[in-house]
């Protein structure tokens, strides 16, 4: 039984409801729908499942997007109710009629959709009768089907008709006559099929076998191709390989990489020799990702790869699709192009495919205006979702949280997760560096006590920024050295404590279990999770299975996901950028940091604007 019915605009104005129905939800799963599905471009799927302490409703929707009008359909998710996507299509064609923008109650509307729902229902138990009623037919006829290619096949004929079965030697002979007159008779009905579809082909062909003397031309022509090929390639011969001379020059010696030695008067390393060295941290600068898109905008230049590939008034006609609202068939060449683009750029194939339908249904039904490509349209809109999806849907402001912790008398905790290899201690580090900058006091927790050698890097890094560590060595339980962490900044008054785990594979059963133990046991004020920029379909399952196995191994019933999402290797990508679109699609987190070198300034902001710019390009 259907729950709720709700017509709505897109600024959030509820137009009506039935108020026949009377349930009341349990939970928000419209509001939910809004904010993850609707708002965040995944409106393309099919339906939406909304699971809460005692609530599971299954919600289907569709758009009016020339009026601007949402209808959303509520039911129970254990009801499998066929008539819904009906319903909800007639409903939208009798609203779509009596709507008026100035007007907000539509008392009227009762009564037609208690006569829609009948209809609706009608249909759907119609259509359900005839179902059943056609397998028992369906399964007749291949029984007659099955019984007469065994009567006929087999040599062996029905009585009745002055026949008798006839013995091994004449069915023999019998089955070479009738390969003689051209056909077999147990393939009687198939080859008359054939002539008839060859007879409209070809009227010179009798019984639509194919063709032998056109086989054999065929074979003359290619052999003919390869003997005139033979004679115009010409041999040539292998030219002996020269090592080539090394050349000395007076060039200048390299700088040096490693600055671990370089020590003050008193022996310790000094931050002081590290800031004169790496300089300020990028996240304080607002510079922009270098996109080759960028320059193509900039006045006085033209495009000339535009202009070769079409005119003036190619390209003003192009892609016009001649009709008062658009279609999804008038769409479909505009966004398999766009698919294709974002594919190249690294976004995975899921993601570019659901990002597509979540364009098309926005774009269904509206108005191409005068004089207007619909590739255009189309990429217009497709800029818009981007933007929309990669910029955060909550200020994470890490500076002004810190200072809040610090007002509560506790420490601010960010624990770093992710896959082996990514660079997880290297850019706590960069994050240390520049929380230093900021006159916060940092601490490391050296929690991977499963990789040999990782206490050694953090130790290296926690030297060179003068900053302190807590380790308690290998093989120690990583929830309890987090503990004793936030207890031991807690005492020394450390304002940051940067939690260092152990890499794991997302299928990785013990690993994933005692990160969870980590998290639930300590719960951190922020779980970053650190990924390459270089992955493609791989990023969707590792962000998906995280968070996943976060949620299946919690105790807790709201366990703690992944708050945000730092890119690392960035600057090894070029214009392949989709991992991030990737991870922020599958998660919903924002990308708060962005590794792009080796040093500790190497750390930037995720610039939304060049990014999309990149991916569109």
Known sequence: MLEELLIFTRGGLILWTCKELGNALRGSPIDTLIRSCLLEERSGAASYNYDAPGAAYTLKWTFHNELGIVFVAVYQKIFHLLYVDDLLAMVK??????????????????????QLTKEAEARAEEMKRSKQVSKPVNNLAKKQDKFQKSSTGGGVTRKGDGESESDGANDKSLRVKKMENGHANDNHVGNDKLLVVNSEKDESSNDGAFDVNKLQKLRQKGSKKTDVAKK?????????????????????????????????????????????DQGDSMMDKEETFSSDSESEDEPGKENVTNSKKSGWFSSMFQNISGKANLEKADLEPALKALKDRLMTKN????????????????????KLGSFTRISSTVQAAMEEALVRILTPKRSIDILRDVHAAKEHGKPYVVVFVGVNGVGKSTNLAKVAYWLLQHDVKVMMAACDTFR????????????????????????????????????????????????????????????????SKLINLNNPDLVLFVGEALVGNDAVDQLSKFNQKLADLSSSPNPRLIDGILLTKFDTIDDKVGAALSMVYVSGAPVMFVGCGQSYTDLKKLNVTSIVKTLLK
């Open 452 to 515: 040999s050698g990782a206490v050694e890097q953090l130790r290296t890094h926690a030297r060179r920024l003068q900053i302190p560590i807590f380790e308690k060595g290998y093989e120690k339980d990583p929830a309890v050295v987090a503990k004793e962490a936030i207890q031991e900044a807690s005492r020394v008054g450390s304002d940051v404590v940067l939690v260092d785990t152990a890499g794991r594979m997302q299928d990785n059963e013990p690993l994933m279990r005692a990160l």
């Open 93 to 114: 064609k009798e609203f779509s009629e009596i709507y008026d923008p100035k007007q907000t109650v539509y008392n009227d509307f009762d009564d037609v959709f208690r």
């Open 347 to 366: 976004v995975a194939e899921e993601i570019a495919e659901k990002l597509c339908e979540s364009v098309a249904k926005s774009l269904e039904g509206k």
């Open 232 to 276: 115009g390639s010409k041999i040539v011969p292998n030219k002996k390989l020269t090592k080539n001379k090394r050349v000395w020059n007076d060039s200048p010696q390299e700088e040096k990489l490693d600055f671990t030695e370089q020590m003050n008067e008193n022996g310790d390393e000094s931050i002081a020799v590290v800031a004169a």
